[in-house]
């Protein structure tokens, strides 16, 4: 018997006048997803079809699927001709090795389909009692699994009992494109994913403390952008050499100003990155009151440098919530290897927590920011993932 996956979107709906536009970027996505299996692909009124893959391709466009924004749902249907036996036929191979209640749900779009959609229900249900009686109850109200009975306006019927989760959200690429300030961390990629859920185009941004970073940090960097890049279609990760910058602060400045400088000076980076690149906006992991330099006062001395929108989708999260998420992504594991992030090279031992912004400003003039910049500008590597 053929199958189908059918696939749905959600907020789509929501779109006025441009739901083509929505509809048609979220196909293209999907055809680029699976463009290496061999399989048919259809759009049809509110939603996607995927036909004519083998049965060990399945698995690898399902997990293909779980990572494009904008999917709600998928089912995997055994499609039969809109007949009573042969729709009879698909649901009994669906109950085959089930047990407990269940109900059957018909869906009639072909209204010349005869009995109408309840009594297609109610005569499945019956017949499909009389061979499976013995583990199988009706139960309309809770029952413990649904058979879907979708019957088409082609001539063809869907059966299926199963819908599965996606990630929602909108498609990658609908809503322009943002830099993500990557770290090795764990709230950065998390904040990469999101955006990417939101529909946001996402390059990665690293900073790199060569030598006091070795090797191994930057890989693990390359490894976090690289699942992240799932979700995104690909990703550009650019790596700045920071080290210059941060012997700099070192040297001239407080020591207590050491974290609250080097953001001042990722941010002008990220933002002269970002409009070379065609990024709109910088993203960063940054949750509200998490460490030191996540205070509205370390916030506000970073944002203060730049013009661009910054955009935090994890300020309200707690900890443990984005870990959740780290581990839902698969990026948890790698964010927890113990290698040096720039960030601790240098750490002072008593960081400004609520830093004065003139004081901030102040320490700065120790430095000739723009030639910094310009050099770490001039250094910058690109890795496609
Ligand atoms: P993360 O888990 O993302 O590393 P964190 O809790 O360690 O975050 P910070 O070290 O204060 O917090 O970093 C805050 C944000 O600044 C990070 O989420 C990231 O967006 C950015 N950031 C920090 N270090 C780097 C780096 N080396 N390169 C690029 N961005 C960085
Ligand atoms: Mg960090």
Not at 206 to 222: M, R
Request: hydrophobic share 40%; with cysteine.
């Amino acid at each position: 018997m053929e199958s189908a996956i059918i696939i749905r979107y959600c907020e789509i709906h929501l779109k006025g006048k441009n739901r083509g536009y929505f509809e048609k970027l979220l196909k293209e996505n999907i055809k680029k997803s699976i463009k290496d299996i061999n399989c048919v692909f259809t759009a049809m009124h509110s939603r996607y079809l995927i036909e004519g893959f083998s049965d060990e391709d399945f698995p690898v466009i399902e997990e293909r699927l779980k990572k494009i924004a904008g999917i709600h749902t998928y089912s995997r249907a055994l499609v039969v001709d809109s007949d009573f036996e042969q729709i009879f036929s698909a649901a009994s191979i669906l109950c085959k090795d089930k047990q407990g209640t269940f109900k059957v749900v018909t869906n009639r779009a072909d209204k010349n389909f005869t009995p109408n959609s309840m009594q297609t229900s109610m005569e499945l249900g019956g017949r499909l009692l009389e061979i499976y009686g013995d583990n199988l109850k009706v139960d309309v109200k809770n029952p413990s699994f649904c058979v879907y009975v979708d019957i088409r306006e082609d001539g063809k019927t869907f059966v299926y009992n199963e819908t599965v989760h996606c990630m929602s959200g909108m498609p990658v690429g609908s809503a322009g494109k943002g830099l993500l300030l990557i770290s090795g961390g764990i709230d950065s990629p998390v904040a990469g994913y999101m955006m990417c859920k939101r529909g946001m185009k996402i390059d990665c941004l690293h900073f790199h403390s060569f030598p006091y970073t070795g090797e191994a940090a930057k890989e693990k960097v390359v490894e976090l952008s690289r699942k992240v890049a799932e979700y995104n279609g690909g990703i550009n990760l650019y790596v700045v050499l920071f080290t210059h910058i941060q012997e700099e602060i070192h040297k001239n400045c407080p020591e207590e100003f050491m974290i609250t400088l080097m953001r001042r000076f990722m941010m002008r980076i990220a933002e002269k990155l970002a409009r070379s690149t065609g990024n709109q906006a910088i993203i960063t992991g940054e949750s509200l009151g998490q460490v030191a330099s996540q205070t509205i006062e370390s916030i506000t001395s970073s944002n203060s440098v730049v013009s661009m929108p910054v955009l935090r989708p994890l300020i309200a999260f707690d900890k443990i919530d984005i870990i959740e998420i780290s581990k839902k992504i698969d990026t948890y594991e790698t964010s927890i290897l113990p290698y040096e992030d720039c960030c601790t090279v240098f750490l002072p031992k008593f960081p400004a927590i609520k830093p004065n912004l003139e004081k901030v400003i102040k320490a700065e003039s120790n430095l000739d920011v723009e030639g910094l910049i310009d050099e770490a500008m001039k250094n910058i590597e690109i890795i496609n993932l």
